[in-house]
């Protein structure tokens, strides 16, 4: 069978995984899941009993949780390296490298900023620390990360791959949650400006606002949530 991605909205950092399956252009399906209820529902369990986004119903009809998890998945199986690189080759390490900061210290400085977002009860005081705090985090990941690029088009070389993937689904963050201008990071502002108009980037985007686009042809269509649950279900 194909394998079924299951992605989140809104803003879910799953859509990066969304256009690395189009670059890799192997068939594949969706299953769009409503992040602030669907998720939350004890039945989603099955699937991953942390309650989160992405899930990857791999071909064999297993879920599979995590992202970096779901990313060797897909890698493991680039024949064509199309969003990867020879595993032994310097290209491999960087992207890995890129791939592993971008998962852990980049995308948990922005933790902060979703708890005080979600808290159910007011407590100003507290959400504000948490705020500022995170606010201060995220800036100087991006401090790092910035320093980190070298200059090429994409993360690693000429071409999109699973590191860029991991990236644009967290990068629109910054704006998300009013952090600061991307223009304060030149490197990062061109490459994110490159991610907006690829063809496979928009295509993900558009679904995850509920439209349905034309993509390159590897999407077999959507499948819904409480089907993927019943049939793949733990």
Same mark, same amino acid.
């Given at each position: =069978? ?11 950092? %799953? ?11 192997? !068939? ?10 669907? =998720?939350r ?11 989160? +986004? !992405? ?9 599979? +949780? ?6 060797a998945?897909?890698? &493991? ?11 032994? %080759? !310097? ?17 948990g400085?922005?933790? !902060? *900023?979703? +708890? ?6 007011? #407590? /100003?005081?507290?959400?504000? &620390?948490l705020r ?13 990360? #910035? ?15 699973l590191?860029? @993937?991991?990236?644009?689904?967290? @990068?629109?963050? *910054? ?8 223009? +304060?990071? /030149? ?18 985007? @558009?679904?995850? %606002?509920?439209?349905? /686009?034309?993509? %390159? ?6 499948? &819904? ?10």
């Amino acid at each position: =069978m194909e394998p079924i991605l299951l992605y989140g909205f809104p803003e879910g950092s %799953s859509m990066g995984l969304v256009a690395a399956l189009e670059w890799q252009g192997e !068939p594949y399906r969706l299953c769009r899941v409503d992040m602030l209820g669907e =998720m939350r529902d004890p039945s989603y369990a099955r699937l991953n009993a942390r309650h989160e +986004t !992405p899930v990857l119903i791999t071909s064999d009809g297993s879920p599979l +949780t995590e992202t970096m998890a779901i990313a060797a998945w897909l890698e &493991a199986r680039d024949r064509r390296r199309r969003i990867s690189f020879d595993p032994l %080759s !310097p290209e491999a390490d960087r992207m890995h490298q890129l791939m592993g900061y971008v998962n852990s210290g980049f995308t948990g400085a922005f933790a !902060p *900023l979703w +708890t005080a977002l979600e808290m159910e009860t007011g #407590e /100003p005081a507290y959400q504000e &620390a948490l705020r500022r705090f995170g606010r201060e985090w995220v800036i100087e990941r991006h401090d790092k990360l #910035e320093a980190m690029l070298d200059g090429t088009t994409y993360l690693v070389g000429e071409r999109p791959t699973l590191a860029d @993937a991991l990236l644009i689904g967290v @990068a629109r963050w *910054l704006d998300f949650h009013q952090v600061a201008d991307a223009q +304060t990071w /030149p490197r990062l502002a061109a490459w994110r400006e490159r991610m907006d108009a690829d063809p496979a980037v928009r295509f993900a985007k @558009a679904l995850e %606002s509920g439209e349905r /686009p034309s993509g %390159s042809g590897a999407c077999k269509g959507h499948v &819904a949530l409480d089907e993927v649950i019943r049939e793949h279900g733990r």
